[in-house]
């Protein structure tokens, strides 16, 4: 998932401080090297863990609507809400009490300091993530991954079928308005819920609001063969785009969302240690002799101190 936010340090503090997600990779929007591109994950940043902003400053706030991933859900134990109910009383974070959904979940809906819509989903999918321990938040009540993405749309029917026939999802779940989706072994990060609005007024992209949706492909072998069938049924899908960490392609599924399609190599350790994470400024080889002039025009950002749990 890729989102947009407005001031970089709030986003920081927000998503590695409040939620305790590791702070997996600084770089630069590689489209505009004058932009932070954040990347925060698990401990190891695996596939299916990550959430990314593009934090533009001074940016104006979006607003969700049709044609766009509305909601970004993360997975915890369902051990775990209690702990996540304390800490965002004592952070304020605005947030709605539990409620269940499909009889298997509890959910926690909040927003990000950005509007962003967000939630926490308790279930024992869960138990498959790592997680990342701090002070703060320990492994046993850490986010463990993203569990689902939820897409406005005003009509559901061809994004459905993309899903089906193109990118190995199937249909699990139906409930009011909500048509759910998930890929083979239903493990974390495998859930989309299409939603249909019709009437509802368009998204408009802006901080708070998702950029742009990635779906795993386990190499280039198995991309490539993924681009060559959406092409042959009429998508536009853009040519292979080198991410340093992974490899992508960038396509519009029929309701308008953007989605990508992207590889689990090379991954974020190619240019650090796992150790280290997300602890300097890492840019592409291309952009290395430019450090001085990036680095000038970038915000100024500071790693978020520990914050203390709720019993502290």
Do not use: H, N, Y
């Given at each position: 998932m890729t989102a947009i936010a407005s001031d970089p340090q709030k986003n920081l503090d927000f998503y590695a401080g409040v939620l305790g997600l590791r702070f997996v990779k600084r770089t630069v929007n590689f489209d505009d090297p004058t932009t932070y591109h954040f990347y925060f994950g698990d401990g190891e940043g695996n596939p299916g863990s990550i959430l990314t902003f593009f934090p533009w400053p001074g940016s104006r706030r979006g607003r969700q609507g049709d044609?766009?991933?509305a909601v970004t859900s993360f997975a915890v134990l369902p051990s775990s809400v209690g702990f996540w109910i304390e800490r965002f009383i004592k952070h304020h974070v605005q947030f709605e009490h539990p409620k269940s959904r499909f009889d298997e979940e509890r959910v926690i809906a909040f927003k990000d300091?950005?509007?962003?819509l967000v939630e926490l989903v308790a279930h024992p999918c869960a138990e498959?993530?790592?997680?990342?321990?701090t002070p703060a938040v320990p492994a046993a009540h850490s986010i463990r991954g993203l569990y689902s993405v939820t897409l406005w749309?005003?009509?559901?029917?061809?994004?459905?079928?993309?899903?089906?026939?193109?990118?190995?999802?199937?249909?699990?779940?139906?409930?009011?308005s909500i048509f759910r989706y998930a890929a083979q072994g239903?493990?974390?990060g495998s859930v989309v819920d299409l939603r249909c609005v019709p009437g509802l007024w368009p998204g408009v992209l802006g901080a708070g609001t998702v950029h742009h949706v990635a779906f795993r492909a386990e190499n280039d072998t198995v991309q490539l063969a993924t681009r060559n069938e959406l092409v042959a049924k009429g998508h536009n899908v853009s040519p292979q785009m080198d991410r340093d960490y992974f490899h992508s392609i960038y396509f519009r599924e029929p309701g308008g969302v953007l989605f990508e399609i992207a590889t689990d190599p090379p991954g974020?350790?190619?240019?650090?240690?796992?150790?280290?994470?997300g602890q300097a400024l890492k840019l592409p080889e291309w952009l290395e002799t430019r450090r001085f002039e990036i680095e000038a025009l970038l915000p100024n950002i500071r790693l978020p101190m520990e914050i203390p749990g709720p019993n502290a």
């Open positions: 044609a766009q991933v300091p950005d509007g962003l498959e993530g790592k997680g990342w321990s749309q005003e009509s559901c029917d061809l994004t459905g079928r993309l899903l089906i026939d193109s990118m190995g999802f199937e249909p699990i779940r139906e409930q009011a239903r493990g974390l974020f350790t190619i240019d650090e240690p796992l150790e280290t994470l």
